[in-house]
């Protein structure tokens, strides 16, 4: 089952991802826009039918009606959803596993920055698409739900195996590592990790994927102990 996963930068800090299988049939998680998922759909000559979407903010859903429009695609997005997200046609749930073609994701409902916040999870190649929940070295901000929803939003992420790859809606890991490194200055591994992304950062590579077994290690908001701790470091990180 070997699946390859295109990473399509996207409007200012966003990032689209082709989750591809042999046969070059596609999936386009949160097409932020068309045009950049277009240029590489047609460079890589695949076949995109599918398009998932983690959540209905604009730079998550902007492309849905044009790659529909031009390749037919079909959309999944969560249920209670489905006014807000354009185009939807397959409705999906918690827990429910999404299967179709060789693509087999577990939907894990996580909400906090939405109410309607999904992540998919791609058991069988061990990836998580966790859209603007969990960051690299940060979190989601809160828009619609609750500190205790994001808590333990996060926790259902932290509890899938370690080695995980986690891909993250933006760009943003060197400004969280900015946060993280000043509230948790001794973390050995946050340091290591913090010299890895310099260095993908300067031949202007993506910090994406990273794993969960480093988000647990040095992830400031994974870290806190309860949601007290959690929900003090989210405010502060709103005005950092
Ligand atoms: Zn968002
Ligand atoms: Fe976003």
């Not at 999944?76 to 185009?87: F, H, L, S, T």
């Not at 992420?157 to 001794?186: M, R, V, W």
Request: glycine share 4%.
């Amino acid at each position: 089952n070997n699946m390859i996963v295109e990473i399509i930068p996207c409007l200012q800090d966003n990032y689209s991802y082709l989750i591809i299988d042999k046969n070059n049939n596609a999936c386009v998680i949160d097409p932020s826009e068309a045009k950049p998922v277009i240029d590489l759909v047609e460079r890589k000559k695949i076949n995109l039918k599918y398009i998932l979407n983690t959540h209905h903010h604009y730079d998550h859903i902007g492309g849905n009606e044009e790659l529909k429009k031009k390749y037919s695609s079909i959309v999944v997005g969560y249920k209670d959803d489905a006014e807000r997200i354009p185009g939807i046609n397959v409705l999906v749930e918690n827990n429910q596993v999404w299967k179709s073609d060789n693509f087999e994701a577990k939907i894990i409902h996580i909400p906090g920055h939405t109410t309607g916040h999904i992540s998919f999870h791609f058991f069988n190649e061990k990836l998580i698409f966790t859209g603007d929940t969990l960051f690299s070295l940060g979190c989601g901000k809160i828009f619609e739900g609750t500190y205790q929803e994001m808590f333990e939003s996060l926790n259902k992420i932290k509890s899938l195996p370690a080695d995980t790859k986690i891909y993250c809606g933006h760009e943003y890991t060197l400004q969280n590592s900015k946060f993280c490194i000043k509230h948790d200055p001794e973390n050995t591994n946050l340091q290591n990790k913090m010299l890895e992304i310099a260095k993908k950062l300067e031949k202007a590579q993506p910090t994406i994927p990273s794993t969960l077994k480093d988000e647990i290690e040095c992830n400031i908001f994974l870290r806190a102990k309860n949601v007290e701790s959690f929900s003090k470091l989210r405010d502060l990180k709103d005005n950092f």
